[in-house]
């Protein structure tokens, strides 16, 4: 594909329903990260992944916030029992080399938690 | 924890004005990425600086690194409106994680 897709694009959802986003990197890109972006904030690092395995959880808010990614392709972040504070734009981005390199960012999931 | 300082938050100027924008790191940073993002769109990579010292310019924009890698800025020269958006910086340390700024929102009076 030509860029990082994410989908859906909006979600809407009642607090306490989980939630899955996807995300389809770019082919070949061996890196993957997930960002919360808060309305007139700069995106917080939420986890990476090196092809299919898990290597930086650190950002994840709480337990009820979890990250795959089983073949080092797409990517699904889902979010159990929402609460208002997870609304935010879910940012996905990839990177095609190991080492910190530039990142392509997707479009964004638009959460919302009423 | 580790973080980056972005200032100022907004930036409102007259099309034709420069514009800068500054990142600073309480502790050192491997490097230092700057990203833009439109209004209503997702961040967009401009440039990525690694050595101490460092300045690299792309067109009307310049980017730089200082000496003691815990800073950086980014200046525009003579602004139009399509330079109206957010820029982040975003730095690591040392690992492939990145610490984004809070941002400076660009405005331009046309």
């Known amino acids: 594909g030509a860029g990082v897709s994410q989908s859906p694009r909006y979600k809407v959802a009642k607090r306490g329903q989980d939630v899955a986003l996807r995300c389809d990197p770019i082919?070949?890109?061996?890196?993957l990260f997930w960002y919360q972006q808060a309305l007139g904030q700069g995106p917080e690092f939420l986890t990476y992944?090196?092809?299919?395995?898990?290597?930086?959880k650190s950002g994840l808010p709480s337990d009820r916030f979890f990250a795959e990614r089983p073949e080092g392709s797409v990517s699904t972040l889902k979010i159990q029992r929402t609460q208002q504070e997870d609304s935010a734009v879910y940012l996905c981005?990839?990177?095609?080399?190991?080492?910190?390199?530039?990142?392509?960012f997707g479009p964004g999931t638009r959460l919302t938690v009423t | 924890g580790q973080q980056v300082m972005q200032i100022p938050q907004y930036q409102h100027v007259q099309e034709g004005e420069d514009f800068t924008t500054y990142c600073n790191s309480s502790?050192?940073?491997?490097?230092i990425q700057w990203y833009k993002q439109r209004p209503g769109g997702h961040p967009v990579f401009l440039i990525q600086?690694?050595?101490?010292?460092e300045v690299k310019k792309q067109k009307r924009l310049t980017f730089q690194f200082g000496e003691a890698k815990k800073n950086s800025s980014l200046h525009i020269t003579a602004t139009q409106t399509t330079d109206v958006g957010t820029y982040f910086c975003?730095?690591?340390?040392?690992?492939?994680?990145?610490?984004f700024g809070t941002g400076t929102r660009l405005t331009i009076i046309p």
């Open positions: 981005a990839s990177s095609l080399e190991v080492a910190s390199y530039e990142q392509y």
């Open positions: 082919s070949g890109h061996v890196s």
């Open positions: 992944f090196q092809n299919e395995a898990q290597l930086d």
């Open positions: 502790t050192t940073l491997s490097n």
């Open positions: 600086l690694v050595k101490s010292g």
């Open positions: 975003a730095g690591s340390f040392g690992n492939e994680k990145l610490t």
